[in-house]
């Protein structure tokens, strides 16, 4: 049973955790994430915990394919009073800031995060995982080719598994040797991977298990799953369930989702398989 640490506190994962996603960017690819108000968000986030989330990742800057990057002030105006409002309303809920800003991965530790969700693991911010370290925090850390705004031209792979745990390999070695303790890793789909590369990339998911790390998996109504489908955002959460399901099945520990009570579900009837006698 893997364990997450953070700041004195402690997160066991004795079944697989459900990561609910709060963005307050104006642009999210899924349309009916966007938070337009503070009670929207308040609103989404009380049911959230209401469908018994386990973590709550927020995040300011869009990061989907040809995001324009904003102002850390800016992000940190997003981010900052979504996270004192949790903090201040459900203080034993585990709290994400999906960053890729050493600044604001900095900012929003002090308000209450415990985890940094990093994107790019540390490359798009070379004081990142320092900071991580000093915190003394979670830190999770994906794979990405390319950035945001290039990940989806052309990504290329010798071969997609392979080239991912060759990138993870070396960036568990660099946070372990930083000082960092407590590590989730990320596969990273939707970022930098062609559709089929990302099928690819599910098919071999327990592959990640010799890494030694929980395992988060984000499929939640991305692409991989509207293209293939020929369906919008808003209609992928069938698609969004059958993955996850097929992570549960692979050794998942956290999934990411837009959907809190689904994916509960999930975790819940799969618990119920695997311990069966």
């Given amino acids: 049973m893997f ?28 349309t009916a994430s966007r938070m337009e108000s503070e009670e929207d968000y308040k609103s989404l986030i009380d049911k959230m915990v209401s469908q018994g989330v386990d973590i709550i990742d927020v995040g300011g800057q869009s990061t989907k394919p040809g995001a324009e990057m904003i102002s850390i002030e800016t992000e940190l105006e997003r981010v900052i009073p979504t996270i004192e409002y949790i903090k201040d309303n459900y203080p034993n809920l585990w709290i994400s800031i999906d960053t890729f800003n050493s600044a604001v991965a900095e900012s929003a530790v002090l308000a209450g995060a415990l985890i940094v969700n990093d994107i790019s693991a540390g490359t798009l911010d070379n004081k990142m995982i320092e900071t991580v370290s000093a915190l003394n925090c979670t830190y999770c850390c994906m794979h990405m080719q390319g950035t945001p705004k290039t990940m989806q031209t052309n990504p290329t792979y010798d071969d997609v598994i392979e080239d991912v745990i060759a990138f993870l390999n070396p960036k568990i070695n660099e946070c372990t040797n930083a000082g960092i303790e407590s590590l989730i ?12 590369q990302n099928y690819q990339l599910v ?36 698609g969004t369930t059958v993955l996850n399901t097929y992570a549960l099945l692979n050794g998942a520990s956290i999934l990411r989702v837009h959907d809190v009570l689904e994916a509960r579900q999930a975790v819940q009837i799969i618990e119920a398989i695997m311990t069966q006698s």
């Avoid at 890793?185 to 089929?196: E, R």
């Fill in 185 to 196: 890793i990320d596969p990273g789909f939707g970022f930098g991977k062609t559709l089929s």
């Fill in 3 to 30: 364990t997450l640490k953070s700041r004195g506190k402690e997160l066991p994962i004795r079944r697989p955790l459900v990561m609910g996603v709060v963005n307050r960017t104006p642009d999210s690819f899924y």
């Fill in 203 to 238: 098919k071999q998911l327990n592959r990640l298990s010799a890494l030694g790390f929980p395992r988060l998996t984000g499929f939640s109504r991305k692409s991989m799953i509207s293209s293939l489908l020929d369906i919008s955002s808003d209609q992928a959460l069938n």
